[in-house]
């Protein structure tokens, strides 16, 4: 079941989405996948990380890739109504985020002020090379992992739209 949500939002993302991802407008599929509406306006809100990739040229189609017959299955469960209202979180591997953001070093280093700021740096974490997808979230709030164990004052720390629950 897990597998039919994730396929689902990678098709409809991918059909809602793609008026801001440069793509031909498809206003039909809009209309027709209701589900998609609260991803397409969520797009512009500057708190979520899908508006920042928006805003360096990235479509949905950057991040979920689609087949002949993905696209397929996704409209027979969508016909169907087998699927999830919301749909579920997709959880990605580091290395799916790392095609583009080129290695974990790398991504400590870009954040190494962070040390400074806040006496430590999340991406030099000691458990290790998480999955982004731990904290960082596209189409809802993300959650900083560490506050479950570390108590700061992180509200007033974190990026505006950061969640620590």
């Known amino acids: 079941m897990k597998i039919t949500c994730v396929l689902l939002l990678l098709s409809i993302l991918f059909c809602g989405l793609t008026t801001w991802a440069g793509s031909p407008s498809d206003d039909g599929c809009i209309k027709k996948c209701h589900i ?5 306006k969520n797009s512009d809100n500057p708190n979520l990380l899908v508006s920042k990739h928006k805003a360096q040229g990235l479509g949905c189609e950057s991040c979920h ?12 469960r969508y016909k169907s109504k087998d699927y999830s209202d919301p749909i579920e979180q997709r959880q990605y591997e580091a290395e799916f985020c ?13 954040t190494s002020h962070l040390k400074e700021e806040w006496g430590r740096n999340p991406h030099e974490s000691h ?3 998480i999955d982004c997808s731990e904290c960082h979230k596209m189409h809802g709030p993300s959650k900083f992992v560490c506050a ?13 739209g950061w969640v620590t629950e």
């Not at 790392?98 to 870009?110: I, N």
């Not at 479950?148 to 505006?160: F, G, M, S, V, Y």
């Open 98 to 110: 790392l095609k583009c953001h080129e290695s974990y070093q790398a991504v400590a280093e870009r």
């Open 65 to 76: 890739e689609r087949d002949a017959a993905t696209v397929k299955e996704e409209e027979k």
């Open 36 to 40: 998609i509406k609260p991803y397409v």
């Open 148 to 160: 479950e164990c570390h108590t700061a004052n992180w509200k007033e720390r974190l990026p505006q």
């Open 127 to 129: 458990l290790g090379e």
